[in-house]
């Protein structure tokens, strides 16, 4: 599995951000969430990465002191696959 940082930007009444973080959980991997119903500041952070505001949003990221984003994903179902590929899983 690939090792990188992984931030996910999420909704509580969102199923695919739901299914999102059990397949994380699943797949043992570790992540940092941003609920944006309770840290409605993230979302504008959300708006730099990814231009819109649509969740749930995964933003892949090396270990480095300025943590550029690698990869990000908007959508979880749509990108399973290519997650997974990313993951190497």
Do not use: W
């Not at 951000?17 to 059990?22: F, G, I, P």
């Not at 708006?47 to 505001?53: E, L």
């Amino acid at each position: 599995m690939k090792s990188t940082n992984l931030e996910i930007y999420t909704r509580s009444l969102c199923g695919d951000c739901q299914a999102l973080k059990q397949f994380l959980n699943d797949n043992n991997i570790s992540f940092k969430n941003y609920e944006l119903d309770s840290k409605p500041e993230k979302e504008r952070k959300l708006m730099q990465i990814t231009g819109n505001r649509i969740v749930p949003a995964l933003v892949f990221s090396s270990g480095t002191l300025f943590k550029k984003p690698e990869k990000v994903f908007t959508g979880f179902g749509r990108n399973k696959e290519r997650i997974k590929h990313f993951l190497e899983i």
